[in-house]
């Protein structure tokens, strides 16, 4: 039996430890976000957020993911009520086919979290691992950077001194 | 006198006259700068001669920092001793290497003083440059002074102290620089062999990480090429190449060191991957040469390595998590049928020194960071997993790919190394 917290919630799967987590998203919570792109980690149409990190489910083992939560496009808002950053993806036309746009939301929103306010070419790094077979990252970023733009100022302020830690930090690594 | 006394009379002589040597070769002279840089060369077969040579040198990746313009310098080069700031090598007169004479040019390639006389560290590699024939350095000269300048000034260096003192590198250089062209070989060699010792002690300085480090930060002079430590990964030993799974012949290595890619051993990573992508820019001819003077660096041995050591009594029960994650997180891509595998040549995990080796360094450095994209091949590719498993899950997947896969004997100590190496990282 494995157990997963998906957006919030708990579920007792009966599951092979080494099925990976987009299969028990997909198959058996009937969360279809995310996508199956390769199965290799070489697209990101599979990203969701663990433990505030963005992953790629088709490569993590549900047997890895323990007690750490995990956030899905699912969590983020409703068709009625899109997140902000959703929001910013409709308002800029980003997704073309879309079969990317639940990755790349995911990934995006682990950087906003992390880092609101985080510049475009923060976000342009951030985002490399992700794939548009369409050729829309020019729109995926400008939305990216709509909703980091829109993020309330107080708090990006608040974390300024933090934060250019943290990036100062990536630089050396 | 009495014998105690004399050794201490002579110690104190030997000190003193030290000393005043290390201060003479401190005190370097400037060397007037150029009002202007000189105008780019239009010898073109000067130009490409200068490009092999940079490329053979890697001088791109030290000199270009991260997400900065080329050779405009800024990458930092962590030492035991702090970290240095690799500087801007490109023709602007300020801040780069404009100003610089040929004559400057060459007496910091070959004595480590730049053009206004200060000493440079040794982690510029001077004692290999200094093997480097006069046309050789007039060529990387024409070749650096034809690239666009960048007004970038350097970065200061974060060095402790005393060693943030540069005469004191006076010393270091009376004790460990050889100055000057290689000496001939102790018996005949082939031509390849003589270039491609040129290449790998002079430009190409593979030294500098695959020899240990003394305490003063200069290759050991007992141990050369027995392997290193840089940037977190463990520098492979090049003095045993026979060794290897597969021993490794000319043309494996030449294919590792031009594509990044053996198929009989394993993908170049870490510090090595940008190596094989300049490589990748010279001449086959140059690095079959290098690779024909490495392969001769491991002793005559008889070519034991092929059985692997004896097989670890592996206990299902307790490789049962590593062999799940293992299914989940590398079989799409390691497994025997993986289209990963079987496509193109890709070596079997097995077969590289990473799993087979003693230390689990470079095993665990892979999981956590992976091997990150190089152009457009996914040859060299391997997405990082340290933010999917946790250490105890780390520790679980590599004995179980240890074991199933290398087939030797367990890590000693496994977890303290995956928690001291993910904590090396974050700094």
Redesign the interface.
């Known amino acids: 039996m494995v157990t997963l917290t998906v957006n919030g919630v708990k579920h007792d799967l009966d599951i092979?430890?080494?099925?990976?987590l987009l299969y028990a998203l997909r198959n058996h919570l009937q969360l279809n976000g995310a996508k199956y792109g390769c199965?290799?980690?070489?697209c990101g149409a599979c990203t969701v957020i663990?433990?505030g990190?963005?992953?790629?489910s088709?490569?993590?083992?549900?047997?890895?993911v323990?007690s750490r939560p995990v956030r899905t496009v699912e969590g983020l808002g409703t068709p009625q009520q899109p997140s902000p950053l959703q929001q910013a993806f409709i308002d800029k036309q980003a997704a073309q086919c879309g079969y990317c746009i639940a990755g790349m939301i995911m990934r995006a929103q682990a950087l906003l979290d992390e880092r609101p306010g985080a510049t475009e070419?923060e976000i342009r790094?951030h985002m490399?691992?992700n794939l548009c077979r369409c050729g829309t990252h020019m729109r995926i970023v400008s939305a990216i950077v709509a909703a980091s733009q829109a993020l309330p100022k107080r708090q990006a302020d608040n974390d300024a001194p933090a934060l250019a830690g943290a990036s100062r930090?990536e630089?050396?690594? | 006198m009495s014998s105690k006394k004399k050794i201490a009379w002579t110690a104190a002589a030997v000190v003193i006259a030290g000393a005043i040597a290390a201060c003479t070769y401190a005190w370097q002279p400037a060397i007037a700068p150029l009002a202007q840089a000189p105008a780019a060369s239009d010898d073109r077969a000067l130009l490409a001669m200068g490009a092999r040579l940079a490329e053979l040198g890697d001088c791109m990746h030290c000199h270009t920092g991260?997400?900065g313009k080329p050779y405009a310098g800024g990458a930092?080069l962590a030492t035991p001793f702090g970290?240095i700031y690799a500087t801007n090598i490109t023709p602007d007169v300020e801040t780069g290497i404009g100003g610089w004479t040929l004559e400057a040019f060459a007496r910091a390639l070959r004595k480590g003083v730049s053009r206004d006389g200060h000493l440079l560290y040794p982690a510029f590699p001077y004692p290999h440059f200094t093997r480097m024939s006069d046309e050789d350095i007039a060529a990387l000269y024409a070749y650096l002074m034809a690239r666009t300048p960048v007004h970038a000034p350097a970065v200061p260096n974060e060095l402790v102290f005393p060693l943030n003192f540069r005469p004191l590198v006076a010393g270091w250089n009376l004790l460990f620089l050889d100055e000057g062209p290689l000496p001939p070989p102790a018996q005949q060699q082939s031509d390849a062999w003589l270039r491609g010792r040129y290449l790998a002690e002079g430009p190409g300085h593979c030294a500098s990480c695959h020899t240990p480090m003394n305490a003063l930060g200069a290759e050991k002079r007992g141990e050369p090429y027995a392997g290193g430590l840089i940037d977190g990964w463990d520098v492979p030993p090049l003095n045993a190449l026979n060794q290897a799974r597969k021993p490794w012949t000319v043309d494996q290595l030449s294919a590792y060191l031009r594509t990044g890619v053996a198929s009989e051993h394993s993908a170049a990573s870490g510090p090595m991957r940008p190596v094989a992508h300049h490589l990748g820019n010279a001449p086959e001819s140059d690095v079959r040469a290098i690779a024909t003077y490495l392969l001769s660096l491991s002793p005559a041995a008889p070519a034991q390595p092929a059985a692997p050591a004896s097989a670890p009594a592996a206990d299902t029960q307790i490789l049962k998590?590593g062999?799940?994650?293992f299914?989940?997180?590398c079989a799409?891509?390691h497994a025997a049928a993986a289209p990963?595998r079987t496509l193109g040549e890709r070596p079997a995990l097995e077969l590289g020194s990473t799993l087979n080796t003693d230390s689990p360094r470079n095993a665990i450095q892979m999981v956590l960071n992976?091997n990150p994209?190089a152009g457009s091949s996914?040859a060299h590719?391997?997405?990082p997993?340290g933010?999917?498993?946790?250490d105890r899950?780390i520790v679980d997947v590599l004995a179980y790919a240890r074991a199933a896969y290398a087939q030797r004997p367990a890590w000693n100590d496994l977890p303290a190394a995956v928690a001291a190496i993910r904590k090396e990282?974050?700094?």
């Open positions: 092979d430890p080494s099925m990976p199965g290799l980690g070489q663990i433990d990190k963005p992953v790629f088709c490569l993590t083992p549900v047997s890895s323990g070419a790094e490399q691992p930090q630089n050396q690594a | 991260k997400s930092p970290t998590p062999k799940a994650l299914d989940a997180s799409g891509c990963m992976g994209w996914a590719y391997m997405p997993f933010s999917v498993l946790t899950q990282n974050s700094k």
